[in-house]
């Protein structure tokens, strides 16, 4: 059907290998520029390595999600793009399968049928169900044969063409995840989510224009010419669980091949820091060299070198906290003008960046936005390419998590000066204030479709996630919480784990069960909102009325008035009574601090399971000030302004006693997060 595209892509190598991964692929692709279509085969190889038998696979046809507006992606999206850019027009994007066979024999075509699993939408085709008229034991292997073409739509949801400029993403038939007793996780394609895979080996070999640049997940294994005046580019990656690639003419792309060198590239600050915090020593922490290639317009060449370096830091960055990356090459695309949907997106080995060529003159280079965009990208080298948990089902794990990374190395960079260009930037005081906005209380812990709107989810699973680890950081030390991501990555690299195996590492590193933490940050709705109700001072003097003594009233020494802030009083005790309520649902330990008028000051902690408390306090001064919270530990707390009283004759004092007062509440609601 296909401009005779297939006739090159047919001939395969065997795919066996002693340690092969779960589910590994090779493929052999042809790209078609005239018509923006794929012509592929495919070989999947599939082993059980469950303890549960099975006779079926699911597969996931992810490009069919742009296939009509029917579809629950498109419905999802709702007439808009992914990122308010592009929408599709007449440009839908399909793929098709034209046969499937299995173990070398059997034509599995009349058994596939497409399933809806998560909302039986019959117009959404994302999902394949085929019966294998056979069962496959645990630790049996399933090999498939298939052959599909796919169109690629104009580009939308980090796939797809604009002009000449190709972003390859869930491009291939791909198998869901079998889970054992609880069958196969393939979830739909949905607006808000993202993906979920087994780890394998692949091998793909790229058709493309002989001139034309290309980048791709893995490494380049072989080249040669092709017909047509075209080449055949193959590339191999191992413990990889998905694979993308770009190409485009070389009038509009270009390469940079360079490389990251430790010794050169880890900031020596960087290093100490990681030697402190996770009590290991420098050989310890030594990190390998490794390739970088930048595929970058010809229009932003100019900005090449300021993405390089952003690249080289987040290297040094994740390696020295989280481990060392472990693939010998990291290849970043930055979009051409138009194609900005492809750009801020996460493969295995292969990341998309973004910017803009304006970037690169005063005041739009004072922004942080290439370097935050690049390690935030390059952090999913982590959450999601080793660790590789369920997006579908838990965004928040590789989104969030990633969030926070991306936030502690955005702050570190600014902090030492790294990037001489950018301006200071409030990095966690701007993911709080975002967490202000929503009216409805915001749960974190659902599936990637369920939130109630798409920037809820975006507002959930990013900077409510980073926020959350933020202030249990703050719980527990920043030391604590850098021996538990680390050892979250020890313990889980390559196993999908699951936001319970989260919070377990991070418990056994702070010594502490953090689950009533995470239950409710996480797994519930509830908001930690503290408040200062009332503060009443008075001296024992002040104290009125009468008494029974000795047979007859007395009157009690002192005024007749209650004395309630009386200023006059000479008592050397002030009798103060301080009342705090908890006005969210969120249970958990706040500190207080009391200051008393001669600036001695006192600290306690409130454990907040009651709805208010009240405490008597005595001392030789009025109390000058209350702040819950003063460490600024509970950085999901966005309502502070009510954490803060001070005393009012200690304010009035002052002559400007009003800009003090604005300080210090405006302090203790931002500036600590800054
Ligand atoms: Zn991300």
Redesign the pocket.
Known sequence: MLLGLVAAALTMGPVVAADAGTADYEIEVSLDPDTHRLQASERVRWTNSTATPTDEIYLHLYLNAFASSETTFMRELRGSSLRGRVALSDDWGWVRIERMVLDGSVDLMPEMEFVRPDDDNADDFSVARVALGRVVEPGDVVELEIEFSAQLPRVIARTGFMDDFYLVGQWFPKLGVFEGEEGWNCHQFHASSEFFADFGRYRVSITLPENWVLGATGVESGSAPADGGRRTVTYRAERVHDFAWCAAPPDLMEVVETDFSPGRDVPLQWLERAQSLLGLSAAELELPPMRLRLIVPRAQRVLAPRMVRAARLSVAWFGLFYGPYPYPQLTIVSPPRGAEEAG?M?YPNFIGTGANRLDAYSPFSWSSDIEAVTV??FG?QYFQGMLASNEFEEAWL??GV??YAELECMTAIAADGLVPEIRPFPYWGAERLALAVPQVPVKVGVRAWDYRRRWVYYLAS?AKTAVVLRTAEGLIGAEAMALGLRSYFDRHAFGHPSGHDLVATLSDAAGQDLGPFFEQAIWSDAVPDWAVTSVRQRTPKTAGGFSWDGGEWHVIEGDETDGADDEAADSDIWQVDVELARLGDFIGPVDVELTWADGASERRTWGGEERWVSWRLEGSERLAQVVVDPDGVWALETRRADNYWRDKPAREDHPLWWVREFLGIAGNMFLKWS
């Open positions: 801020g996460e935030h990208e999913h590789d989104e990633n969030t990013y």
